[in-house]
């Protein structure tokens, strides 16, 4: 078998855990499989190395930035690549340029437009591990990009999508993706299974297991990804481990659970800000929200009120640390330009989501989740919708009563039936 394995900053932390990552990837490599290794940097490696850069200055060149924060990585995979060799296996270190990944040139957050898996593919057929740095690659002027937080997860999904790998392993501090935060819901439950679409919701809304780009992409590029704990024991069977964990897979796949809601999401950042008294007349959305993008601040969730007297009231969510500067533009460029009566603001609200494939073809699971927020007085403020989630913006204190609210309401504590072949 051909595998990605990702190992995140935690499983990286300190030389004993270095160490034991490369009795793990040993561990596959002497079962016969072949194996590519993205690690990210040692934890808080990154921010250290940012955080030198600020005490010189503030307003650093992303540039600069880049070629400071990729250094994080490169020591990772030089100390891998030891750690296995002292194992007695064979291992070589690569860059992201020195593995042909190449992105755009947006520094601190450049995305991939190609890999050239040759090279990795050429040390595998030689019995050698590869090992890449994760975060990172080079522009088409030959410039050191990084991809931005998360960055390790996309880059080991991309590899594994170059090499055409059978499965990409993403070791983390967890043991498996949940249906809810545990740390919320003690009897949040561990899935087995999930659908791209439900990780790729679940991940936009508020789930920080996986890093949302790497999700689009693997679903993209259909690469069966994996998450499991790297803080197991690393020599446990292979047979064992290969199952553990959380399956992202694809809908159609018979190990896909029969769940009509699979999973809840919470998200504290948001702010809710409503315009009032504004002329009710077509283009007013966008003579709202247009000034809004063009101070680059992203707009979640939208509501218009229904007219009355020639007037209505717009309401839309940032997020929490957009929220002065998105008042400003309101206050200083909208409110005057059409003569809207008052803006007014509130960040202390939270978005509350379920999501699962099943509400496709289920009837009734939002009045599901509406009467378990009635009988616990949890009033909701807005609501947005899609083919696989509905969300409610809530007062954020009710935050945690809202999604045990919802993990009871929809059993989410019990194993769903198996889909059926």
């Given at each position: 078998?051909?595998?990605?394995?990702?190992?995140?900053?935690?499983?990286?932390?300190?030389?004993?855990r270095?160490?034991?990552?490369?009795?793990r990837?040993?561990?596959?490599?002497?079962?016969?499989?072949?194996?590519v290794v993205?690690?990210?940097a040692?934890?808080?490696?990154?921010?250290?190395?940012?955080?030198?850069?600020?005490?010189?200055?503030?307003?650093?060149?992303?540039?600069?930035?880049?070629q400071?924060?990729?250094?994080?990585?490169q020591?990772?995979?030089?100390?891998?690549?030891?750690?296995?060799?002292?194992?007695?296996?064979?291992?070589?270190?690569y860059?992201?340029?020195?593995a042909g990944i190449?992105?755009?040139?947006?520094?601190?957050?450049?995305?991939?437009t190609?890999?050239?898996?040759?090279?990795?593919?050429?040390?595998?057929?030689?019995?050698?591990?590869?090992?890449?740095?994760?975060?990172?690659?080079?522009?088409?002027?030959?410039?050191?990009?990084?991809?931005?937080?998360?960055?390790?997860?996309?880059?080991?999904?991309?590899?594994?999508?170059?090499?055409?790998?059978?499965?990409?392993?993403?070791?983390?501090d967890?043991?498996?993706?949940?249906?809810?935060?545990?740390?919320?819901?003690?009897?949040?439950?561990?899935?087995?299974?999930?659908?791209?679409?439900?990780?790729?919701?679940?991940?936009?809304?508020?789930?920080?297991?996986?890093?949302?780009?790497?999700v689009?992409?693997?679903?993209?590029?259909?690469?069966?990804?994996?998450?499991?704990?790297?803080?197991?024991?690393?020599?446990?069977?292979?047979?064992?481990?290969?199952?553990?964990?959380?399956?992202?897979?694809?809908?159609?796949d018979?190990?896909?659970?029969?769940?009509?809601?699979?999973?809840?999401?919470?998200?504290?950042?948001?702010?809710?800000?409503?315009?009032?008294?504004?002329?009710?007349?077509?283009?007013?959305?966008?003579?709202?929200?247009?000034p809004?993008?063009?101070?680059?601040?992203?707009?979640?969730?939208i509501?218009?009120?229904?007219?009355?007297?020639?007037?209505?009231?717009?309401?839309?969510?940032?997020?929490?640390?957009?929220?002065?500067?998105?008042?400003?533009?309101?206050?200083e460029?909208?409110?005057?330009?059409?003569?809207?009566?008052?803006?007014?603001?509130?960040?202390?609200?939270?978005?509350?989501?379920?999501?699962?494939?099943?509400?496709?073809?289920h009837?009734?699971?939002?009045?599901?989740?509406?009467?378990?927020?009635?009988?616990?007085?949890?009033?909701?403020?807005?609501?947005?919708?899609?083919?696989?989630?509905?969300?409610?913006?809530?007062?954020?204190?009710?935050?945690?009563?809202?999604?045990?609210?919802?993990?009871?309401?929809?059993?989410?504590?019990?194993?769903?039936a198996?889909?059926?072949?």
């Amino acid at each position: 078998m051909l595998v990605v394995h990702k190992y995140g900053g935690t499983s990286m932390g300190s030389v004993e855990r270095i160490k034991s990552v490369a009795q793990r990837v040993a561990k596959w490599h002497r079962a016969g499989h072949r194996v590519v290794v993205v690690p990210s940097a040692m934890a808080g490696e990154t921010n250290r190395l940012l955080g030198l850069a600020k005490e010189i200055s503030a307003e650093a060149d992303p540039r600069e930035l880049d070629q400071i924060a990729s250094t994080g990585e490169q020591v990772s995979v030089g100390l891998l690549a030891i750690a296995l060799q002292a194992l007695g296996v064979k291992a070589k270190s690569y860059t992201g340029w020195q593995a042909g990944i190449k992105t755009d040139s947006a520094f601190t957050k450049a995305r991939i437009t190609e890999i050239d898996g040759a090279k990795l593919l050429s040390d595998l057929d030689a019995g050698v591990i590869p090992i890449v740095t994760g975060f990172q690659g080079i522009d088409g002027a030959g410039n050191i990009t990084t991809l931005g937080r998360g960055g390790s997860d996309t880059q080991a999904v991309a590899v594994a999508a170059a090499i055409k790998a059978d499965e990409c392993l993403i070791y983390t501090d967890v043991d498996a993706i949940y249906t809810t935060d545990p740390r919320v819901v003690e009897d949040a439950r561990p899935l087995k299974v999930i659908a791209f679409e439900e990780m790729f919701e679940l991940a936009s809304l508020g789930s920080k297991v996986l890093q949302i780009r790497s999700v689009e992409f693997a679903g993209k590029y259909r690469v069966p990804t994996r998450v499991l704990s790297s803080f197991t024991d690393p020599l446990i069977p292979i047979e064992i481990e290969a199952k553990s964990g959380t399956l992202i897979t694809f809908e159609e796949d018979e190990k896909m659970e029969q769940a009509v809601v699979s999973g809840i999401a919470f998200n504290r950042d948001e702010a809710k800000i409503t315009l009032r008294g504004v002329p009710d007349m077509p283009g007013i959305a966008y003579k709202i929200v247009g000034p809004i993008g063009e101070a680059n601040i992203d707009i979640d969730m939208i509501v218009q009120n229904i007219g009355e007297s020639g007037h209505t009231d717009f309401s839309f969510t940032v997020h929490r640390n957009e929220f002065d500067r998105a008042m400003r533009v309101l206050n200083e460029q909208v409110k005057p330009a059409l003569g809207a009566k008052e803006v007014v603001g509130d960040n202390r609200v939270c978005k509350v989501s379920i999501v699962g494939i099943g509400m496709r073809s289920h009837v009734g699971i939002a009045a599901t989740m509406f009467k378990a927020l009635a009988d616990e007085n949890i009033n909701i403020q807005m609501i947005t919708t899609s083919e696989i989630k509905t969300s409610v913006l809530v007062d954020d204190k009710y935050m945690e009563l809202a999604v045990r609210a919802l993990h009871r309401a929809f059993e989410l504590d019990k194993e769903p039936a198996a889909r059926a072949a």
